[in-house]
Nanobody, 115 residues
Framework: QVQLVESGGGLVQPGGSLRLSCAAS????????MGWYRQAPGKQRELVAA???????NYADSVKGRFTISRDNAKNTVDLQMNSLQPEDTGVYYC?????????WGQGTQVTVSS
């Protein structure tokens, strides 16, 4: 059974930091491109950051210089370090695993940036 379990969300003040982690099981982790997406209320889900099998990284323009994605193939985890958080970063953050046509999602973790 494939599972992607996110953790690390919460409430943080503007300018603060959070670290999200996604633990994967039931997949060959090293064969999957991994990513973080987010969905704000009333908006479509959007890509935040992604890392390929080979380690190539892509960020949304809105998070460049503030967020860092990393993967650990030995631990089957992908993390998202989020710094200088702003209210517009608020949303549900989802972990994603892609392997060809296979596309898996976690259940999401809420991130709220508010004073």
């Amino acid at each position: 059974q494939v599972q992607l379990v996110e953790s690390g969300g919460g409430l943080v003040q503007p300018g603060g930091s959070l670290r999200l982690s996604c633990a994967a099981s039931g997949i060959i982790f090293s064969s999957n491109a991994m990513g973080w997406y987010r969905q704000a209320p009333g908006k479509q889900r959007e890509l935040v950051a992604a890392i390929t099998i080979g380690g190539r990284i892509n960020y949304a323009d809105s998070v460049k210089g503030r967020f860092t994605i990393s993967r650990d193939n030995a631990k089957n985890t992908v993390d998202l370090q989020m710094n200088s958080l702003q209210p517009e970063d608020t949303g549900v953050y989802y972990c994603n695993a892609k392997n060809g046509p296979l596309n898996r999602w976690g259940q999401g973790t809420q991130v709220t940036v508010s004073s």
